[in-house]
């Protein structure tokens, strides 16, 4: 098993991450944390754990340097900036291709909040390289136009009380050409903090993951 603490720079960023890839591992799933998370979002790393249960590998990766997390806590400006995080995971991607240990296997990106949308944008840039998406109580709806060049298959994972991120995430679904589904978890909101929710959130996309990551596709 691969179990590093690792940088990667994209545009001259210097991006801190977390990479365990388990041995026969089919693919590597990549996460874009929600706006104010990081690769330490305990509700995240419970989430890879069971992926690498499930033979994923998993990279955690702060899209945003020390600096502009310093800067954010005043002003929120890059958390919310699809582009900027969608170009960070593209170059995430690339990183991972030209890994000696990763890259022949598949990439899936798994997005909560704001880093669905930067998922969706990303799958769309690099749609020779990820296979799969999950989003979780993500706003797929920020990733606009781009959501119609999304080629590969698509999960979205709402709380069923998440009124309105459940709204966003129907009208987002309807300009996905790509298949997809969307699954409500009944009684969950945003964070899915009740009783099994989140446990259920883990099992359905390391069950997407497994479907979708296809090593030598």
Same mark, same amino acid.
């Given at each position: 098993?691969?179990?590093?603490?690792?940088?990667?720079?994209?545009?001259?960023?210097?991006?801190?991450?977390?990479?365990?890839?388990?041995?026969?591992?089919?693919?590597?799933?990549?996460?874009?944390?929600?706006?104010?998370?990081?690769?330490?979002?305990?509700?995240?790393?419970?989430?890879?754990?069971?992926?690498?249960?499930?033979?994923?590998?998993?990279?955690?990766?702060?899209?945003?340097?020390?600096?502009?997390?310093?800067?954010?806590?005043?002003?929120?400006?890059?958390?919310?900036?699809?582009?900027?995080?969608? /170009? =960070?995971?593209?170059? !995430?991607? $690339?990183? %991972?291709? #030209?890994?000696?240990?990763?890259?022949? @296997?598949? +990439? &899936?990106?798994?997005?909560?909040?704001?880093?669905?949308?930067?998922?969706?944008?990303?799958?769309?840039?690099?749609?020779?390289?990820?296979?799969?998406?999950?989003?979780?109580? /993500? =706003?797929?709806?920020? !990733?606009? $136009?781009? %959501?119609? #060049?999304?080629?590969?298959?698509?999960? @979205?994972? +709402? &709380?069923?009380?998440?009124?309105?991120?459940?709204?966003?995430?129907?009208?987002?679904?309807?300009?996905?050409?790509?298949?997809?589904?969307?699954?409500?978890?009944?009684?969950?909101?945003?964070?899915?903090?009740?009783?099994?929710? %989140?446990? #259920?959130?883990?099992?359905?996309?390391?069950?997407?993951?497994?479907?979708?990551?296809?090593?030598?596709?």
């Amino acid at each position: 098993m691969v179990s590093a603490s690792v940088t990667v720079t994209a545009a001259g960023a210097a991006l801190a991450g977390d990479l365990d890839v388990p041995a026969g591992a089919r693919g590597t799933v990549l996460f874009a944390h929600g706006s104010g998370s990081s690769r330490l979002s305990p509700r995240n790393r419970a989430v890879a754990e069971v992926l690498r249960d499930a033979g994923c590998g998993t990279l955690l990766l702060d899209l945003l340097t020390g600096a502009e997390e310093r800067e954010d806590e005043a002003t929120g400006v890059h958390r919310f900036d699809i582009g900027l995080l969608a /170009g =960070r995971l593209a170059h !995430a991607v $690339d990183w %991972l291709e #030209q890994r000696p240990d990763t890259a022949d @296997l598949p +990439v &899936g990106l798994f997005g909560a909040s704001t880093g669905a949308a930067a998922a969706l944008v990303a799958a769309a840039g690099r749609p020779r390289r990820v296979s799969a998406v999950v989003s979780r109580g /993500g =706003r797929p709806d920020l !990733a606009g $136009d781009a %959501l119609a #060049q999304v080629a590969c298959p698509v999960l @979205l994972l +709402v &709380g069923g009380d998440d009124v309105t991120v459940l709204e966003l995430n129907r009208a987002a679904a309807d300009r996905l050409s790509a298949p997809h589904h969307l699954h409500v978890v009944p009684g969950a909101t945003h964070l899915f903090p009740e009783p099994g929710a %989140l446990e #259920q959130v883990a099992d359905l996309a390391a069950d997407w993951f497994r479907r979708h990551l296809v090593p030598g596709a």
